[in-house]
């Protein structure tokens, strides 16, 4: 008779498991939507000097063109409003590079050390002052290891 009981319990038991399996798995098959949602973000490097061209790889016309004169490429000349879902980007200039990232909320992150050349952390408007590099500490930032 116990030995039926046993038997019971772990039939139950692994039954229940598998019956919460089987409620969590829908949830783990999409992701929510706040990590699809595009947000408006506004890219301006107007302050560059010299002016120059610039990209986001996979979302504006690319840099690398042969003739700078018909490059679809953004121009440093005027701010640029982009979407962009939530995730980790690169900001490329001829002359500057740099890591960011579009939060949940749709505002900006990026290394403390980049402060002397980039303004906009925690806003949907990314400032970029620096043509080159050289005011970069050169340090990594964990952030983006």
């Known amino acids: 008779m116990m030995?039926?009981?046993?038997?019971?319990?772990?039939?139950?038991l692994a039954g229940g498991?598998?019956?919460?399996a089987t409620v969590v798995q829908p949830v783990e098959a999409g992701q929510p939507a706040?990590?699809?949602q595009e947000?408006?973000?506004?890219?301006?490097?107007?302050?560059?000097?010299?002016?120059?061209?610039?990209?986001?790889?996979?979302?504006?016309?690319?840099?690398?063109?042969?003739?700078?004169?018909?490059?679809?490429?953004y121009r440093?000349?005027?701010?640029?409003?982009?979407?962009?879902k939530p995730g980790k980007y690169k900001f490329i200039s001829f002359t500057f590079d740099f890591p960011f990232m579009v939060n949940?909320?749709?505002?900006l992150e990026f290394a403390q050390s980049l402060d002397q050349c980039v303004e906009g952390r925690g806003t949907q408007t990314l400032f970029i002052r620096c043509s080159?590099?050289?005011?970069?500490?050169?340090q990594r930032d964990?952030?983006?290891?």
């Open 104 to 107: 949940l909320e749709g505002r």
């Open 3 to 12: 030995h039926h009981v046993k038997w019971y319990i772990g039939c139950c």
């Open 39 to 73: 947000h408006t973000i506004t890219v301006d490097a107007t302050t560059i000097n010299p002016q120059t061209w610039w990209h986001v790889p996979g979302v504006t016309p690319p840099i690398q063109a042969s003739d700078p004169e018909s490059m679809d490429a």
């Open 34 to 36: 706040a990590y699809t």
């Open 142 to 145: 964990n952030y983006y290891q």
């Open 17 to 20: 498991l598998l019956g919460f």
């Open 76 to 84: 440093t000349t005027e701010s640029r409003a982009i979407k962009l």
């Open 132 to 138: 080159r590099t050289y005011p970069h500490s050169g």
